[in-house]
């Protein structure tokens, strides 16, 4: 029997991994990400750094029981057996400080290395120690953190007033990305950094996020696989028991376009 598509509600992956989900954020777009944890099934998940905005939180307390309810499911698939391994980002650095110990049954690690079913060995960061090697674009002096809130802050207008209309979900922040040229080079120049670096250390991809870009490419020699976030794409990156790895969206959301592939 073939195995089911990567998109099929039947499918238990081999390995999940999601980033940036921003909780403590207005921004994060929780009924989306409890809907895809509600059906998860797979070994081993791994939280690649800005799940909590540690950020958000310090300028404006906000965490309503929808927030409460992800982290209830993370530990409940924790306890069920998964694997559960959270990579810190810049906006949980905070974190950074227990690496190599354990929140319950959550281990936490700067970074890490997955080894594919097919034998690829992929090293797993969050990425934003990269953004140095991107700094000077009018890019990131344009939309800074504060300016990147802004623009979330249109966005959830800007959707409010669709959905009034009956029209689906649409990403300005990813419109922009794709339209504006100093975004797509700030892209370009991050994820060539970022599989150099994976290249030079010997491993055959890299997983990472931090900039909201969900992608599966090959660069040089490197796979190069951006698993996204849980503010504009809704992405999750997957792992089937062949080794093939993919992009999912999760229901009803408009995420920017992925294909499978299989890392070398």
Same mark, same amino acid.
């Given at each position: 029997?073939?195995?089911?598509?990567?998109?099929?509600? &039947?499918?238990?992956?081999?390995?999940?991994?999601?980033?940036?989900?921003?909780?403590?954020?207005?921004?994060?777009?929780?009924?989306?990400? %409890?809907?895809?944890?509600?059906? =998860?099934?797979?070994? /081993?998940?791994?939280?690649? @750094?800005?799940?909590?905005?540690?950020?958000?939180?310090?300028? &404006?307390?906000?965490?309503?029981?929808?927030?409460?309810?992800?982290?209830?499911?993370?530990?409940?698939?924790?306890?069920?057996?998964?694997?559960?391994?959270?990579?810190?980002?810049?906006?949980?650095?905070?974190?950074?400080?227990?690496? %190599?110990?354990?929140?319950?049954?959550?281990?936490?690690?700067?970074? /890490?290395?997955?080894?594919?079913?097919?034998? +690829?060995?992929?090293?797993?960061?969050?990425?934003? #120690?990269?953004?140095? #090697?991107?700094?000077?674009?009018?890019? /990131?002096?344009?939309?800074?953190?504060?300016?990147?809130?802004?623009?979330?802050?249109?966005?959830?207008?800007?959707?409010?007033?669709?959905?009034?209309?009956?029209?689906?979900?649409?990403?300005?922040?990813?419109?922009?990305?794709?339209?504006?040229?100093?975004?797509?080079?700030?892209?370009? &120049?991050?994820?060539? +950094?970022?599989?150099?670096? #994976?290249?030079? %250390?010997?491993?055959?991809?890299?997983?990472?996020?931090?900039?909201?870009?969900?992608? =599966? &490419?090959?660069?040089?020699?490197?796979?190069?696989?951006?698993?996204?976030?849980?503010?504009?794409?809704?992405?999750?990156?997957?792992?089937?028991?062949? @080794?093939?790895?993919?992009?999912?969206?999760?229901?009803?959301?408009?995420?920017?376009?992925?294909?499978?592939?299989?890392?070398?």
């Amino acid at each position: 029997m073939s195995p089911p598509p990567f998109d099929s509600p &039947r499918c238990t992956w081999r390995s999940v991994w999601i980033s940036d989900v921003h909780l403590g954020s207005r921004a994060a777009r929780v009924a989306a990400l %409890a809907d895809f944890l509600a059906g =998860l099934s797979c070994d /081993t998940l791994y939280l690649v @750094g800005d799940i909590i905005d540690l950020w958000a939180l310090e300028r &404006r307390p906000y965490w309503p029981q929808a927030h409460n309810e992800i982290v209830r499911r993370v530990l409940e698939l924790a306890r069920a057996g998964t694997r559960v391994v959270y990579v810190p980002g810049n906006h949980d650095a905070l974190f950074r400080a227990h690496v %190599a110990q354990r929140f319950g049954q959550i281990e936490i690690l700067r970074e /890490t290395v997955h080894h594919c079913a097919d034998g +690829a060995r992929l090293l797993v960061i969050h990425g934003d #120690a990269f953004d140095c #090697a991107v700094a000077g674009s009018r890019w /990131t002096e344009a939309l800074g953190s504060h300016a990147y809130e802004w623009l979330l802050q249109v966005n959830g207008a800007v959707n409010a007033l669709r959905h009034r209309c009956g029209f689906p979900y649409w990403s300005l922040a990813g419109f922009i990305k794709s339209r504006v040229p100093n975004a797509r080079e700030y892209i370009r &120049r991050y994820e060539h +950094a970022v599989a150099a670096a #994976a290249g030079a %250390a010997g491993f055959d991809g890299v997983v990472c996020g931090h900039i909201h870009h969900p992608a =599966l &490419r090959r660069i040089g020699a490197v796979e190069y696989f951006n698993c996204g976030d849980w503010v504009e794409s809704c992405t999750a990156l997957v792992e089937d028991r062949d @080794g093939r790895l993919a992009l999912v969206s999760a229901p009803g959301t408009a995420a920017l376009p992925h294909r499978a592939a299989v890392a070398a």
